[in-house]
């Protein structure tokens, strides 16, 4: 019954999806905001009503559908249901529209600044979009397919998947790709009615801001998930599945300082709009690639390679329509006010030129093994030592122009900055004396990443001296808490790049190993067992000066299905963290592997302060758009 | 020319998706091939597998006849569904090496106990070494290796019987 | 999409069993020389496990990427420098093996790219500066 109501409800999406599009295109009645909105809105309620019915069928573990039969267990935890309903392609992809049509409807419901006819294309171009996931759903993913009869038991009960970061990463990730759409939708709506101009910017600022705010936790929790999950301390290896979620996330902070520049000073108009088509042709793109199987990655979807080529078709009509659009009407978007190479637009160009070269970058790295054996017949990979020798220096490049650019004035700027600028520069010079003198070994990446991090501290604060602290706009403060985020980041990466220590060995109790200022003894081995594991667990105790620590890593056999996990254990001091892992006995011992990684916290700190200053941003925009509104109306 | 430049990102677009629907079509080859086909088998000397059965080493490959060379491993499950086809391989009249990667005499014995024994050596490679050394990425492979000790061809996974004609065509050119 | 990290991992759990052999002695110890030791991890860090979903053998649990540990230790504990090592393998495995791409023919565009494309958006971002400045 609830299967067949969110079937239904879901073919009734697509069928108002289609009417919003159609009256968007004038047909069966005139286009108007009036006529648009309650279909946007019904639009989502449907959606939103198709995505509780999945819900409910997982927390009931109705196993006569075919998806819950798969992916879910009546003895799995409620929470792990809950999120089990978009741990699999078909309810991933029912989560995706229902963003979208939301989205969709709070554009419909809020956007008055922009004029109507552009509003009402914007709907449409949403529409459009969502019709074609809508039959991707309805006609090649049904997630309420029925399975007859239905089996005694669900498969899905991997003890990997019943993670609470794992449950709540692709939400996160997903609000972010979605909600691109919307600028997506905004920039197609603005250039079909050649509205390309500030109040546009101001209508496609908060959707950018808050896609990106879930882009950048997202991939934050990702990174810190697979640290602790996979075992061995990295936190980001360039694989294809993460360079997918990084790639829009780059077009979309590019995209975020240019609609400030087309929102404040009008300029930078074909820029934004091609940023715009670029950031959600990069979901798509990512959505593609994890889906379809043409990459391998330790990260990938189970794969179906006919589901990648309907996502493949729809990547092709939509950015392909985006881009014709773009072309077509490039020379009709006005020029925007003029301004100096030295000023703050100018050097937001350069930001965004060189985010969008690292795009780039990642792009061709990512997909030229596929290319390269396609013309050559030869396999080759590209990895780390590619992507960070490359992209690494250019980021570098980025975090220098931090110091000076938010500084800059619009239009023109001939002041003397030296004196705003020479404290970050100083830190940075005495940053690399102290690392040249105290650690020469350093790679010349980290010794770098260290000094313009630091020197991002003291650089973020300079744009607030001066000025009466609390007239300043949030949006702001926004800028300085999130710019200092990118240099607590930076800290963290070279910190944990340069002086990571490691330990492998292995240990009889009673052993002690020393990694970095710490000595850790391997006080006992012990047996433990839990709800559905049994599991060896290392008693250690870390001690560095005074005090002691506890940590107890696990390997972990869960018995259905029979799966070998490891628990690591870490230990959080205040300037770093201690992990540790045990691996598999031996004849002499137990394999142990100790890892002692000075600040790296400090890596999803700064991602964390990165979302936190995108949200207050957000925050102050939406008040200042509330207060100005309700002023206009007084 | 700024004008053509409007178009550029529509045509990588098309380009994209065009290598891209290309490459879905015709899926590459996953397996990791050696690179070593055309070059002498690297020398090697091996223990025997099993106590009492003739160990293994390089020179034994390079008899003047084409031979096939098995890596296998008793944990290896294809290898079981591959060991009746290496039977019929061998009344054909192939000759047959094989090297045990990763296992224990005791197991080797009774695997070739439980799924029959074509092999006129085995070598024990206890670190895969050898299997390092010839290219090989995993178990089951098997290498045509001719009179004069060249590797002319190497099946990847478990050799079926849809396999054979193939083996036995590669075994013919290496004569 | 790091969830399907799981589920890949189900998946990738080899149709292969494990041999009941423990790891060779260099897989999961340390070389006694700290600068031997450097390379040797610098070196694994960049080279493709053979038997995984695309992770460097010095992350990896496989059996093979143990032993492909110990291959690197070893060789150099000996005295060999990790390019030689690196070289061997790609020998025998193309370069798909190292995660570091070679600079060849075949990759040439791999490597000229990130100065095409700067020199492309240099030559974007000059024309909409110049322009600005010409008004």
Partial sequence: ?634 | MRRALRFVPLALLLAFVGFVAWRLANPADTAIRSRLEGKPVPAFTLPPAVPGRAALSSADLATGQPRLLNIFASWCVPCIAEAPVLGDLKRRGVAIDGIAIRDKPEDVAAFLARNGDPYQRIGADMQSSVQMALGSAGVPESFVIDGRGIIRYQHVGPIMPQDVSTVLAELEKAK | MKLLAALSLLIAAPALADSSLPPAQWADRQLPDARQEAEAKALMEQLRCLVCQGQSIADSDAELAGDMRHLVRSRIAAGERPGEVRRWLVERYGNWVSYQPPVEPVTWPLWLAPLVLLGLGAWLARARLKRRRQR
């Fill in chain 1, 1 to 634: 019954m609830i299967a067949e109501l969110g079937l239904a409800a879901l073919w009734l999406a697509a069928m108002l999806a289609l009417l919003q599009l159609l009256l968007a295109l004038g047909i069966g009645g005139r286009p108007s905001a009036a006529g648009a909105r309650p279909l946007a809105l019904v639009q989502a309620a449907l959606t939103l009503l198709a995505f509780a019915a999945l819900i409910v069928l997982f927390l009931r573990t109705d196993l006569s559908v075919t998806l819950v039969a798969a992916n879910s267990h009546s003895a799995k935890p409620w929470l792990y249901k809950f999120a089990g309903a978009w741990g699999n392609h078909e309810g991933s992809m029912l989560l995706w529209v229902t963003v979208l049509a939301l989205s969709g409807a709070l554009l419909a419901l809020f956007e008055r600044r922009v004029a109507e006819k552009m509003l009402v294309a914007s709907l449409g171009a949403q529409a459009a979009l969502g019709l074609g996931f809508y039959a991707f759903l309805l006609l090649a993913s049904n997630p309420f397919a029925r399975l007859d009869p239905a089996p005694a038991e669900g498969r899905g009960l991997n003890p990997l998947l019943q993670d609470p970061g794992l449950a709540f990463h692709p939400p996160t990730l997903y609000l972010g790709y979605v909600g691109l759409s919307v600028a997506f939708s905004l920039a197609v709506g603005a250039m079909l009615t050649r509205q390309v101009d500030a109040p546009l910017a101001r209508a496609m600022r908060p959707w950018v801001l808050g896609s990106w705010i879930f882009l950048t936790l997202g991939i934050t929790a990702g990174s810190y998930w697979a640290y602790y999950e996979l075992g061995w301390g990295g936190w980001w290896f360039w694989d294809p599945v993460e360079n997918a979620s990084l790639m829009p996330w780059l077009a979309a902070t590019a995209l975020l300082h240019s609609v400030n520049v087309l929102a404040a000073r009008g300029g930078l108009r074909s820029w934004t709009m091609m940023l715009a088509v670029v950031a959600f042709s990069m979901s798509m793109v990512g959505t593609f690639l994890v889906r379809s199987g043409i990459l391998t990655s330790v990260h990938a979807f189970a794969v179906d390679p006919q589901r990648g080529t309907f996502i493949l078709v729809l990547l092709a009509l939509y950015v392909g329509a985006a881009l014709a659009l773009f072309a077509a009407r490039a020379a009709t978007i006005r020029e925007g006010a003029p301004f100096d190479p030295v000023s703050r637009e100018g050097a937001l160009v350069v930001n965004n030129l060189l985010l969008s070269v690292i795009l780039g970058i990642v792009f061709v790295g990512t997909l030229y093994p596929i290319v390269a054996e396609a013309l050559s017949g030869e396999k080759l990979s590209v990895g780390p030592p590619y992507f960070n020798a490359v992209a690494g220096p250019l980021a570098l490049l980025l975090a220098a122009l931090l110091v000076v650019g938010p500084l800059l004035r619009w239009r023109r700027d001939k002041r003397p900055l030296a004196k705003w600028v020479l404290p970050s520069v100083l830190t940075a010079a005495t940053v690399l004396v102290i690392t040249f003198v105290f650690v020469p070994g350093m790679g010349i990446l980290s010794r770098l990443g260290l000094a313009f991090g630091i020197a991002l501290v003291p650089a973020s604060i300079v744009p607030l001296l001066g000025r009466s602290l609390r007239r300043t706009p949030l949006a702001t403060w926004g800028m300085v808490i999130a710019h200092l985020g990118v240099g607590v980041a930076l800290i963290g990466m070279a910190s944990e790049s340069a002086f990571t220590r490691e330990k492998l060995a292995v240990a009889q109790p009673g052993d002690k190993l020393s990694v970095g200022p710490w000595l850790v003894e391997l006080a006992g081995i012990a047996p433990v067992a839990g709800p559905n594991w049994t599991a060896i667990e290392a008693h250690l105790r870390a001690s560095r000066g005074s005090g002691a620590e506890t940590l107890r890593p696990q390997a972990r056999v869960f018995t259905s299905p029979l799966t070998e996990t490891s628990e690591a254990a870490i230990h959080t001091a205040w300037n770093g963290q201690l992990y540790a892992v045990i691996g598999k006995q031996r004849d002499d011992g137990w394999q142990l592997r100790l890892w002692w990684k000075p600040f790296v916290t400090l890596i999803w700190l700064g991602g964390m302060l990165i979302a936190l200053g995108g949200l207050v941003a957000l925050v102050g925009r939406l008040w200042r758009e509330r207060r100005r509104g309700r002023e206009a109306e007084e």
